[in-house]
């Protein structure tokens, strides 16, 4: 699933999320994605995958602290271009 479109998918029930315990007492948690045939439109069986919370959690971070570094870049950017404007 492109991360990009959870959202717009989210919204037209294709895409969902469920956890379950295992016999280990480990909560799993998987993405469910519904499949159609593109020839016919026909429904196909769904497609379940186990994911990690721990992978999402990290890609949040990772982009946090990429807008944060994007963000100190254009107020440095904006400073130099009212500076230079200002003579």
């Known amino acids: 699933m492109n991360i990009k479109n959870y959202v717009s998918l989210k ?3 294709a895409v969902s999320f469920s956890k379950a315990d295992d016999s ?3 909560t799993r948690y998987y993405l469910t994605q519904k499949r159609w045939d593109s020839e016919t439109g026909t429904a196909l069986a769904d ?4 994911v990690e919370l721990h992978h ?3 890609d949040k971070a990772s ?3 990429e807008i944060s570094e994007l963000t100190t870049k254009k107020d440095a950017l904006t ?3 009212k500076d230079i404007k200002a003579l």
Do not use: L, P, R, T
């Open 47 to 50: 497609n379940k995958s186990e």
């Open 63 to 65: 982009i946090e602290a």
């Open 79 to 81: 400073e130099i271009i």
């Open 24 to 26: 280990d007492g480990i």
């Open 11 to 13: 919204s037209k029930s």
């Open 56 to 58: 999402y959690e990290s």
